[in-house]
């Protein structure tokens, strides 16, 4: 029984681990970068370069995030208005989806804080 309990933490452990690579995440960060990849990375990339699969057919493209000069002119507000109420909630485009009903303040601003990882 203890030793069937031990052995499933350590399955659960591993295949965590193996899911976030071979850099150990904290649980929130795991969190966001999972709500990235199922969510953003078809259009925004999984790399944020604006080239997720979805993005061949969009015009204008999804944002690069790794443009960094851009980025910069952008504040955290607009970013985290474009996430919550969608693309056209800031004069972008309205292939930007709102997520309001899928995410809560405090996760939009978790990926707020993610894409702007993606330049350091
Ligand atoms: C269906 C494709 C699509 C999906 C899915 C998508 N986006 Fe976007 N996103 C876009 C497009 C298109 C734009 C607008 C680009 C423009 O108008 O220049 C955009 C713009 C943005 C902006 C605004 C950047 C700025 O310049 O202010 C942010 C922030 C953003 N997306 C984050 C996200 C996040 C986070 C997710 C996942 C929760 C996501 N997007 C999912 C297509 C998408």
Redesign the pocket.
Known sequence: MHAKRIFAIVAVSTLLLGWSGTRVLAADTSAVKG??MN??A???GPTGQGDGP?AAS?S????NFTDCATMKK?SDD??FK??KNG?AS?G??A???G?STAFDDSEIKD?VTF?RGFCH
């Open positions: 709500d990235y969510f953003c078809r259009c925004h979805a969009l204008p493209r999804p944002r952008i607009t970013l474009a996430i693309g800031v972008l485009s292939s930007m989806p997520w990926l894409i």
